[in-house]
């Protein structure tokens, strides 16, 4: 067919794709600033980042424990959150009934000393209403029932006459039955342990947990609890969430807080003590700064069991006689300190030691290789913090001198005034400060103990719920840390979970609800992080007018079976910007083949994820098909981006 035979509407539709190619060609990034970026990678300049260098910290707050990694689906399942005084406020249980079919009220009789309170239930109805009448748990504002998978319940009861009662999984308003099983209480007048398995045949995330009944008679409750069967390793807690967990690759767990570890006062404090043992036993505790109470199933054990399972040396933050309010006077510490070095055997001692033997009877004989403690939390400013300190710290240097001690002192500015191996730093402020501050540890002393930044977040309006804005001041403070990791040796980000029904703490890295959870920019932007722990870093330089708004590090790192060279970019500014990326001292070529770049960015610079968007900002891999020593690429307006340049040689790493 020759030209004058085409047809009108063919020529009218090549017009049209030449304009959208125009049009898309116009909408491509246009560079408005340009930067070069040299990478010294030769093995003379390079020197390893700690292996420690990232981790996480995780503190009770938000619910991130209890309705959160905590797999329990029943809150306040001993009924001690009203308090010790009975009657009680039984919240969040509730009643199936009236007055004329049911009383419900707390006494002091359970069989466990620790938590004297029990639920009394006088079912006053001998022609009760159908499905009975009882009492109900709506969990952690809803139990996630799924599905065929199974729950287990165990509950201990006490009767003087026997009795059936009904247990049932059901909607929110009771009207949707997932499960059902009937239970009998001998009416023998003896707590009992009752345990039952619910499998769903249905759905649904808001669910309860109903106990009925539909005879005349007294029955007593206590410790009422409802576990997933599928819980991560059979240890408790919620997979998903530790996937999340063990996608940051974390190299230490900072534990359990925070203020948590503080109390406003000491009599709300967290005790280790009160945390480990059968969980029936535990006391359980009001926590009085984030304001609300912990059944402590996820207890000191739990966490180092946690430890344990993501691969993280754990570091152990106890309280050191000093809350928000009150504190110890250090003439009268001495018990606190005992308190202490109990906790440390119950860790590390051997399994016929007093306190490690209690470790072993919950099985874990093998000890947890505690290496790390935290002595308070953020408490330096406090009239017997540092008389408290030195006597914990003297007392375990004695008898564990393996463990790293950490101050509440900050130590970047001016030396400390008492023996530490490591000082806390905490930073939580606006997004341009932190950007700033990704050259603060070059001006630190390298001598002396070195600092773990356990806490820093971007926060208030930078950061709304998680803003793409933070992630990138926080990417730029971490380049900053690797390229001072000679003196920083660890850092994790805060907090690290919210529940979406408990937000008393804005932002956090992963936000969730009874059955979903996506992570925040600043999630994404530690993963990118994760390779630097234990990897080489190389001197860089940028050279550029709009060098204020670019930060950047270089990294080799190795996988399985290939080295790479790591390039991350920060661009803080609203340019794009075109990047000469060049690389001497290389002793491997670069290979194009399996190089990629990845980038986090976003339309608009404070845009968030959400339920309904859990990756509008998440990092996107691409090949990087130009990888060379030599490269040109452009960074988007806003942006984080790596650029992971494949090393012919995969002996490189390990020759360093
Ligand atoms: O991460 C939230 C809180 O911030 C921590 O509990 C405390 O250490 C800091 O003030």
Not at 189 to 214: D, F, M, P, Y
Not at 319 to 343: M, Q
Not at 472 to 483: D, I, N, Q, R, V
Not at 601 to 620: G, L, Q, R, Y
Request: aromatic share 12%.
């Amino acid at each position: 067919m020759g030209f004058k035979e085409v047809p009108s509407a063919i020529i009218f539709c090549l017009l049209l794709l030449f304009c959208l190619g125009c049009r898309c060609l116009a909408s491509e990034l246009v560079a408005t600033q340009t930067a070069t970026l040299k990478v010294d990678a030769s093995p003379q300049l390079a020197r390893k980042i700690p292996e420690t260098l990232f981790g996480i910290f995780f503190e009770e707050i938000n619910h991130a424990g209890a309705g959160g990694i905590w797999a329990e689906l029943v809150s306040n399942r001993g009924f001690e959150a009203g308090g010790p005084h009975t009657p009680s406020n039984i919240d969040p249980w509730s009643i199936i009934g009236d007055d004329s079919s049911i009383f419900v009220a707390t006494d002091r009789t359970s069989c466990f000393s620790q938590n004297i309170v029990a639920l009394r239930m006088e079912v006053l109805c001998d022609d009760c209403p159908t499905g009975g009448v009882g009492i109900y748990n709506p969990g952690f504002w809803g139990m996630n029932i799924e599905d065929g998978k199974a729950y287990n319940l165990v509950m201990y009861v006490n009767s003087p006459e026997t009795t059936d009662l009904t247990i049932s999984l059901t909607s929110s308003d009771g009207l949707q039955n997932l499960a059902s099983a009937t239970v009998t209480v001998s009416g023998a007048s003896n707590w009992t342990k009752l345990e039952q398995k619910l499998v769903a045949k249905g759905t649904n995330r808001t669910s309860r947990l109903q106990i009925t009944c539909n005879k005349k008679g007294v029955v007593w409750f206590d410790q009422v609890s409802l576990m997933p069967e599928d819980t991560y390793k059979g240890h408790g807690f919620r997979t998903e969430l530790i996937s999340m967990l063990l996608d940051l690759k974390p190299r230490f767990l900072r534990f359990p807080g925070g203020c948590f570890v503080e109390g406003d006062w000491l009599r709300n404090a967290f005790r280790w003590r009160e945390s480990i043992g059968p969980w029936e036993e535990r006391p359980g505790h009001f926590g009085d700064v984030w304001h609300y109470w912990t059944d402590d199933g996820l207890g000191y054990y739990e966490f180092l069991q946690l430890a344990e399972d993501l691969g993280a040396a754990p570091i152990w933050v106890f309280n050191n006689g000093v809350s928000h309010n009150d504190e110890v006077d250090t003439a009268a510490i001495a018990p606190f300190v005992k308190d202490v070095l109990d906790s440390l055997e119950f860790a590390r001692g051997s399994a016929n030691s007093t306190w490690g033997s209690v470790r072993a009877s919950m099985g874990h004989p093998e000890p947890f290789p505690v290496k790390y403690v935290a002595i308070g939390n953020e408490d330096c400013g406090k009239k017997f913090y540092r008389g408290n300190y030195l006597k914990f710290y003297n007392a375990i240097r004695q008898a564990y001198p393996d463990i790293q001690m950490i101050s509440n002192c900050d130590g970047s500015s001016k030396p400390l005034d008492h023996p530490a191996d490591l000082y806390d730093f905490h930073v939580y402020t606006d997004s341009k400060t932190l950007f700033n501050m990704r050259t603060t540890f070059d001006r630190t002393s390298r001598s002396g103990p070195k600092a773990f930044v356990s806490e820093y977040a971007v926060w208030r309006s930078d950061a709304g719920r998680g803003s793409l804005l933070a992630s990138l001041a926080e990417a730029a403070f971490l380049t900053g840390l690797e390229k001072n990791s000679d003196i920083v040796q660890m850092a994790s980000y805060a907090p690290l979970f919210v529940n979406d029904n408990d937000q008393t703490w804005n932002p956090d890295a992963i936000v969730f609800n009874s059955w979903q959870h996506y992570g925040t920019p600043s999630y994404w932007m530690q993963t990118l992080f994760r390779e630097s722990s234990g990897a080489m870093i190389h001197p860089i330089t940028i050279s550029s007018g709009y060098s204020g708004s670019l930060a950047a590090s270089a990294i080799t790192w190795q996988d399985s079976d290939t080295s790479y060279l790591r390039i991350k970019v920060v661009n803080f500014g609203s340019d794009a910007v075109s990047l000469t990326i060049s690389t001497s001292g290389l002793e491997a070529s670069v290979n194009a083949l399996g190089s990629t770049t990845t980038v986090l960015t976003s339309a608009n610079v404070m845009d968030e994820n959400s339920f309904s968007n859990p990756t509008k900002v998440a990092p996107v891999k691409s090949e990087l098909s130009n990888a060379a020593e030599q490269m040109q690429v452009t960074l988007a307006p806003h942006s984080f981006n790596t650029f992971d340049l494949a090393l012919a040689q995969s002996k490189l790493v390990a020759e360093m």
